[in-house]
């Protein structure tokens, strides 16, 4: 499986940015999802997950409120809508395949991770 993250880019505090990631191969019902993010100089934090089928969501404490992660299985598609931005949402994003059907916090939950989004927050 191959997890391809796009979208990133630089956007002002406060501003909205959506990141997707597309997978090699169909999403199916035996896979949650999940985002995680690395700043520069710091570990990999959890920022989202969403189950199966989607009716389940997880969200990092510094996200919460602020961002929503979606999918659509059809099209092999999960994105992250970011909202209300801040610089210390700057990292590179990346999006990842969990090994059961649920939402997961926890990276050793994935198997497949995606090469990763820059997204920048100027102040």
């Known amino acids: 499986v191959q997890l391809q993250a796009s979208g990133g880019g630089l956007v002002q505090a406060g501003g909205s940015l959506r990141i997707s990631c597309t997978s090699s191969?169909?999403?199916?019902?035996?896979?949650?999802m999940g985002w995680f993010r690395q700043a520069a100089g710091k570990e990999r934090e959890f920022v989202a997950a969403?189950?199966?089928?989607?009716?389940?969501?997880l969200y990092g404490d510094s996200v919460k409120g602020r961002f929503t992660m979606s999918r659509d299985n059809a099209k092999n598609l999960v994105w992250l809508q970011m909202d209300s931005l801040k610089p210390e949402d700057t990292a590179v994003y990346y999006c990842?395949?969990?090994?059961?059907?649920?939402?997961?916090?926890?990276?050793?939950?994935?198997?497949?991770w995606g090469q990763g989004t820059k997204v920048t927050v100027s102040s």
């Open positions: 990842a395949q969990n090994r059961g059907s649920s939402a997961a916090t926890i990276g050793a939950s994935y198997a497949y």
């Open positions: 191969r169909r999403l199916s019902s035996n896979n949650g």
């Open positions: 969403i189950s199966w089928n989607g009716a389940n969501k």
